[in-house]
């Protein structure tokens, strides 16, 4: 069982598409990420949320826009994307910023760009 | 910057073998050290974790020592169920801007496939 959820776990979109992805923690965690997941890539971090604050851009294109209005609640704004951004988009909290605290991923988002 | 290596898969046992996925990582100071686990179309799952030389992260039977002295954090168990069938990840995490926040970073994944 998990304390982070996503919505939607799957969700396929045109490249003049706009969508976005949900992430919630049940955690009471005051950090959240955004990671992708590509196949035979490793993991990216592509955002960090402290206290609703955004303290890591990971060189993201402008396509991506992270929304994070409270600590519980972390969305993924898409918009123009291309195909090869298609790829499991996770997300993750933890309780805070150091290097010590284990993230807790959800199950994912599998976006597929058409 | 750091980086995490661990053996290229896929890595195929049967039921009750011994397991091994090694993982080595390169550092400046002195990171904590994670396994996590995915099943098939699930998320990343913590499996163990380590914060500093020598500790010994252990569950499920899996085991991992941070050996600062060569750099590695192996994964082990003692005999493979089906069940444990996965992608395992290792991964460091690391500060960054200044320590205002910490980002894991991930090796490239070991498929295990464990047969009856």
């Known amino acids: 069982e998990t304390g982070v959820t996503q919505t939607p776990r799957h969700l396929v979109m045109g490249m003049t598409n706009k969508k976005s992805l949900k992430c919630e923690q049940h955690?009471?965690?005051?950090?959240m990420y955004w990671y992708k997941q590509s196949a035979k890539k490793p993991l990216e971090l592509m955002f960090v949320?402290?206290?609703?604050?955004?303290?890591e851009n990971n060189s993201v294109p402008s396509r991506f826009s992270p929304e994070c209005p409270n600590s519980s609640h972390l969305f993924l704004h898409l918009h123009t994307l291309q195909p090869e951004d298609s790829a499991l988009y996770l997300c993750?909290?933890?309780?805070?910023?150091?290097?010590?605290?284990?993230?807790?991923f959800g199950p994912g988002t599998r976006l597929t760009v058409l | 910057g750091n980086s995490v290596t661990q053996m290229e898969g896929p890595v195929t046992l049967s039921e009750e073998a011994f397991l091994t996925i090694n993982c080595t990582y390169t550092a400046t100071g002195y990171p904590s050290l994670f396994w996590y686990v995915q099943y098939p179309g699930e998320g990343l799952q913590l499996l163990l974790k380590?914060?500093?030389?020598?500790d010994k992260g252990s569950n499920k039977g899996f085991e991992a020592t941070y050996r600062k002295e060569t750099t590695s954090f192996h994964l082990e168990k003692g005999s493979v169920q089906v069940s444990d069938s996965a992608v395992y990840f290792c991964a460091l995490s690391e500060s960054i801007g200044g320590g205002a926040t910490n980002k894991l970073i991930f090796g490239t994944g070991t498929l295990l496939a464990v047969q009856p």
């Open positions: 993750a909290s933890s309780q805070s910023w150091t290097s010590t605290d284990t993230q807790y």
């Open positions: 380590a914060t500093k030389a020598d």
């Open positions: 955690l009471g965690h005051n950090a």
């Open positions: 949320y402290n206290f609703k604050e955004q303290t």
